[in-house]
């Protein structure tokens, strides 16, 4: 049952993320990370021996555990991006707030 609703899920996501990209609410850049991880979910619903073989490579007791750690591991490196997309546009505003500042400066002085 759960591996349905596993399914389910993944295939709703990837169709949300879809439609997110096509209103132009989500950068292609960063849809393609969204997709690459709901099509990893719904292959491991669609074959949950998967996991299990990759569980026994790893000499990982429960499998679902090892799910959890890429999980983890995964949103993590993501959430590091994020931090450095955000620091660069923060500077970038500061950079363009200053000139704005500057140029109107310039246009006050010139009347």
């Given at each position: ?52 073989k990759i569980a026994e ?17 995964i949103l993590g490196t ?24 500057i140029l109107n400066e ?6």
């Open positions: 049952m759960i591996y349905i609703f596993s399914i389910i899920f993944s295939t709703i996501f990837i169709l949300f993320i879809l439609n997110l990209v096509r209103k132009n609410k989500l950068d292609e850049k960063y849809s393609i990370l969204w997709l690459f991880f709901a099509i990893i979910i719904l292959i491991v619903s669609i074959f949950p021996s998967l996991i299990i490579i790893f000499n990982v007791y429960y499998p679902p555990t090892l799910l959890l750690l890429f999980a983890i591991l993501y959430i590091v991006h994020i931090t450095i997309v955000i620091t660069k546009q923060n500077k970038m505003i500061i950079k363009l707030t200053q000139e704005l500042a310039k246009n006050v002085d010139k009347k």
